[in-house]
């Protein structure tokens, strides 16, 4: 493995997930030919799912004519809330001030283990964990009124439940399906063949 806090190793393209904390960097060699960083320059701007009203903005460093460098720092990422961002990429021209928007993607903020009280579970495993509790009748008394779909939680019936319960399970199959492919291990998905 490189060592990814020399700017020559930096990743080609943007992160899919980073970690709360964690010292960041990648680079776009796309984009110089059509808008060479000496007269342009580049900056995400990325904001929470569900509106927050939180925005990050991360410029380019413009280190080497080749590329466009974005560094984020640890004190930086530090602050983000774990979640899924969505993020668009704007190129300004210096000249003139105006601005145009080249891409767009989404990346996830992933808690950071290291930090005390963090709970590392997804939102799949959450409410999954909440469901069983309140089937179970072992739900604590802020869980027996939470709600999902904007109904409390207390009010649906056992096959409501049951329903939403299928719901998560097939969630978190899949998150740990696409987590076994991303680290390149088999998984229940996995196709086989004998030849």
Not at 5 to 14: L, Y
């Amino acid at each position: 493995m490189a060592n990814l806090f020399s700017a020559d190793n930096a990743p080609e393209g943007e992160p899919l997930e980073l970690v709360v904390g964690d010292f960041i960097q990648w680079k776009r060699t796309d984009l110089v030919g059509d808008y060479p960083n000496t007269t342009h320059t580049a900056e995400y701007v990325a904001r929470i799912t569900g509106g927050g009203s939180t925005e990050i903005k991360l410029p380019a460093t413009q280190t080497n004519p080749a590329y466009y460098l974005f560094t984020v720092s640890s004190a930086t990422s530090a602050d983000f809330v774990a979640g899924y961002y969505h993020w668009q990429l704007e190129i300004t021209e210096t000249a003139s001030g105006n601005r145009i928007v080249v891409d767009r993607g989404e990346f996830t903020a992933v808690v950071d283990l290291d930090i005390n009280g963090t709970d590392p579970r997804t939102h799949a495993e959450i409410m999954l964990d909440k469901i069983e509790a309140v089937i179970e009748n072992r739900a604590d008394g802020d869980l027996s009124s939470y709600s999902i779909a904007g109904r409390s939680i207390t009010k649906m019936s056992a096959d409501e439940l049951s329903s939403w319960r299928d719901y998560y399970r097939r969630e978190l199959a899949s998150e740990r399906r696409k987590n076994a492919i991303k680290r390149g291990k088999k998984n229940n998905a996995t196709i086989l063949m004998r030849f």
